[in-house]
């Protein structure tokens, strides 16, 4: 079975330290997870790679779950107002479809032993993460991606065809579910600062 | 560490193995789905507890990621055609909202351990099912789950108000995404087929 190298994963867990600091003072990180991150490093046998507290994209795409071949045109951590996505949907003719995205947080922590790994594991869907799984296992560590089943795609052009009938009621709604994710965040926190890992 | 049982795990893959002979019997089991479950039965390290090869349904739920609070009012494991769906929005009064939610395909597999858990893992992943990962960890057995990015939820109805403008559209869409999802299926097929497990 590949093992843990615990001297490499310390040295992935320092560098993943650094990249923290100098994005918090670039301004880089998203502030509403920002003290989860924290929390994340004030534990030993843990450290977190990357991470987005929610938000809200348009992109371009044949398909929502499409990634390298889609095209993002829009994002924001925050809700958003009727008139921004209007202004885009206006001006932005599609190449193939433009899907507003709401998708809740997502979390990849990586663990010294899957002992631990197993404990995020059970932490993340006590909390609420239903969808989280160890999504790799090598000598860098195990890493438990943290993730929530809000993720929603919204139709709202097809080439040049706006398919959507009431736009104010689509972003009322998608601003809903990204604050229901942001406030899962929070539950989570609570959740992880208890757990003993 | 929680370790797996072997003795455990092996009475759990011959219930598993009768429930699905029996499941066969009755015609519970998914048509399109058959052969990558006998193929999992073919390999003595993995067994298969639960799949679907990818399906429509039609949920009244607030959100489309709901389980337990959500009403399922149609479920169908092959494309559908306009006038079934229309049938339904005329018909069904909705309590919170009419979701017609397109479901890739979903399989969960249990390894003997660890090793062939990340195997399984990274064969699923090359396979094109980018969001899978290890779900649980004990006695019974290691449980992959192995899912794509294909889930994607159309808002039909808001309580008494048809909120799509162009339902044959959707449908259409719809039906593309479940084929997509099957077509996957084949792919994992082959790549289960062809590994060492």
């Known amino acids: 079975m590949t093992q843990v190298d615990e001297r490499l994963w310390r040295v992935k867990r320092e560098e993943a330290y650094r990249r923290f600091l ?68 206006k001006n932005q003719k599609a190449l193939y479809r433009l899907w507003m995205i709401v998708s809740g947080p997502i979390l990849h922590i990586n663990a010294l032993n899957l002992d631990v790994a197993a404990t995020v594991l059970t932490v993340a869907r006590n909390a609420g993460f239903k969808h989280s799984g160890i999504i790799s296992i090598g000598s860098n560590g195990i890493v438990v991606e943290i993730v929530s089943g809000i993720w929603v795609p919204f139709l709202l052009k097809d080439e040049d065809d706006v398919v959507v009938k009431d736009l104010s009621k689509v972003v009322k709604l998608a601003n809903t579910m990204l604050l229901e994710g942001k406030q899962r965040l929070e539950k989570l926190f609570k959740f992880l600062r208890d757990a003993d890992i």
Chains 1, 2 share one sequence.
């Open 22 to 89: 100098s994005d918090l003072e670039i301004g880089y990180v998203d502030r509403d997870i920002k003290h989860i991150i924290e929390l994340i490093f004030s534990k030993k046998r843990i450290f977190s790679t990357s991470s987005c507290s929610g938000r809200i994209t348009i992109v371009d795409a044949l398909y929502p779950w499409q990634r390298d071949e889609a095209t993002v045109i829009f994002k924001k951590h925050e809700p958003v107002d009727v008139a921004e996505i209007e202004g885009i949907l």
